[in-house]
């Protein structure tokens, strides 16, 4: 989080980490089982609240099924 507020590429980031859970119907708690990273943790990621490290989103997208070069 920055000073002024939540920082505009992790609210950016969370929004999308949302909206491709939604798509694929998934519930939080079942990302969170399939990730290891627990359901609060992952709502704060969504909201922008907290920054996703790069360990945490690769393991994210790949529940998700993103496919990424």
């Known amino acids: ?3 002024f507020g939540k920082n505009p590429a992790d609210v950016a ?5 949302l909206l491709l859970r939604m798509k ?3 519930q939080l708690k079942e990302l969170g089982l ?3 990273i627990h359901h609060w943790k992952l ?11 790069a360990a945490n989103l690769q393991m994210i997208a790949e529940a998700l099924k993103v ?3």
Do not use: L, P, Q
């Not at 709502?43 to 490290?53: L, P, R, V």
């Open 43 to 53: 709502a704060e990621y969504e909201k922008g609240s907290e920054h996703i490290g």
């Open 67 to 69: 496919t990424y070069t």
């Open 13 to 17: 980031i969370g929004k999308r980490v």
């Open 1 to 3: 989080m920055t000073k």
């Open 34 to 36: 399939r990730t290891g």
């Open 24 to 26: 694929r119907g998934m």
